[in-house]
């Protein structure tokens, strides 16, 4: 099961996490690889894709949002975009765009940062909006002050929650075909709700950047965790070794419902909305074209399919449609 672990440094301004992701990461692949049009990820779009389902479950139990926290990777390459979204209760979906070949090894700038012009952008949505309240969002490029692309996705999000919160953070990320898993360590708020919010308080944690003796002793020893180990330990095998000379409180871990797993709110009632939001001229032409209508989910790969039937009930008085025939296939 995928479980999410927390735990503080005791005495010390610093907290910690990490995120094992086994049958939520699992499942993802598995509905992207039994799509007959979208097929298997390519190895790097993969492990791209994992670490940032690592990452996004992370920063959304780290900050404790009530709304959805998106967090996307575009630019131009041969993958055009990736997403992942993860609900307040650590519900999480992900997807990759891929428009072209990626090579075996091909770097994250290879994929989606060719010219420098790739993005990362993160998004915090609330659940209950006031009116005329927009989300919030912050992009980050994927290179550093010198003009030079970044390689590592950690080191991009590490570099948003610098300007985002002010606060020094450490990501250790990695994936493969069986575990997303990240490690996150941070140097805790002064104020604590006041940072997301800005003011005095975001200010006087922006003056302590780098001043922690404490976080940068054992931000050095998240750093020296290999790839390997962070897929391959388990947690508190992984801990103890790491920081064998530190104090560190245990939380509950999060599993089973709780814990980080997949789940996608697609549904026929949007794909309605979508092929209405078409109009009725454009829905035909597509259907004298094909036959049917068909939707793919991207997240599930769950397809909607409306024949013509079912699509002029769509047009006309809504209380007249509703047995529009199977959900999905």
């Not at 089973?256 to 009725?280: H, Q, T, W, Y």
Request: proline share 5%; charged share 25%; aromatic share 6%.
């Amino acid at each position: 099961m995928s479980e999410l672990h927390k735990f503080l440094f005791e005495g010390l301004p610093v907290r910690g996490m990490v995120v094992r992701l086994t049958d939520a990461w699992t499942e993802i692949l598995r509905r992207r690889s039994s799509s007959s049009t979208a097929g298997t990820y390519p190895e790097p779009v993969r492990d791209m894709l994992g670490e940032m389902t690592a990452a996004a479950a992370l920063m959304q139990a780290n900050i404790k949002f009530d709304g959805s926290l998106v967090l996307q990777i575009f630019g131009e390459g041969p993958v055009k975009l990736a997403v992942v979204e993860v609900q307040p209760d650590l519900a999480l979906r992900a997807t990759a765009t891929v428009v072209a070949d990626v090579a075996q090894q091909a770097s994250l700038s290879q994929m989606v940062n060719r010219d420098n012009l790739g993005r990362c952008a993160i998004t915090l949505d609330p659940k209950a909006k006031f009116p005329g309240q927009q989300p919030y969002q912050g992009v980050v490029p994927l290179f550093d002050d010198h003009g030079q692309p970044i390689e590592r996705l950690s080191e991009v999000l590490e570099y948003y929650m610098l300007q985002s919160e002010q606060l020094d953070t450490t990501l250790v990320l990695a994936a493969n075909d069986q575990l997303a898993a990240g490690l996150l360590i941070q140097r805790l708020p002064l104020q604590g709700a006041g940072n997301l919010a800005g003011g005095a308080g975001s200010w006087a944690n922006e003056d302590q950047i780098g001043r922690s003796e404490d976080y940068n002793r054992i931000a050095i020893l998240a750093r020296s965790l290999q790839r390997e180990e962070l897929l391959t330990l388990d947690v508190d095998t992984l801990l103890r070794r790491l920081f064998w000379e530190e104090s560190v409180l245990r939380f509950e871990t999060l599993r089973a419902d709780n814990a980080p797993r997949f789940a996608c709110n697609c549904s026929r009632e949007r794909v309605e909305k979508m092929i209405l939001g078409l109009g009725l001229e454009e829905a035909q032409s597509i259907l004298e074209e094909r036959g049917t209508i068909e939707v793919a989910c991207e997240f599930c790969s769950v397809q909607y399919r409306f024949d013509p039937v079912n699509t002029a009930q769509l047009f006309v008085d809504p209380h007249l449609r509703g047995s529009t025939g199977p959900t999905a296939h």
